[in-house]
């Protein structure tokens, strides 16, 4: 079993920078696929980025350019630095981690982090 929570969310204001982390416990993640998706009020729940336990990153198109993934296998802990914030990235953001080591698919999920960006 992995346990995910996610903190960093708050209200911050159009071209503002929010740092979310996502402590695991339970499982080391340094041999987990981890990513952050995020979902607006009213909309499915959409990928965000991911990074491999080989350190191969992705990001989507929305963000690219503006976040960045990483992580901290010393703390066990994965980040999303998240610059120039537009009101659209407006959601509840949620870490998610491999459902076993050097697997494709996510298996746990954390209860998500608020984040509201005003104009």
């Known amino acids: 079993q992995v346990q995910l929570v996610e903190s960093g969310g708050g209200l911050v204001q159009a071209g503002d920078s929010l740092r979310l982390s996502c402590a695991a416990s339970?499982?080391?993640?340094?041999?987990?696929?981890m990513g952050w998706f995020r979902q607006a009020p009213g909309k499915e729940r959409e990928f965000v980025a991911q990074?491999?336990?080989?350190?191969?990153?992705n990001y989507a198109n929305s963000v690219k350019g503006r976040f960045t993934i990483s992580r901290d296998n010393a703390k066990n802990t994965v980040y999303l630095q998240m610059n120039s914030l537009k009101p659209e990235d407006t959601a509840v953001y949620y870490c998610?981690?491999?459902?076993?080591?050097?697997?494709?698919?996510?298996?746990?999920w954390g209860q998500g982090t608020q984040v509201t960006v005003s104009s």
């Open positions: 998610a981690a491999g459902s076993r080591p050097y697997s494709l698919q996510y298996g746990y």
């Open positions: 339970g499982r080391t993640l340094s041999s987990l696929k």
């Open positions: 990074i491999s336990w080989t350190g191969d990153i």
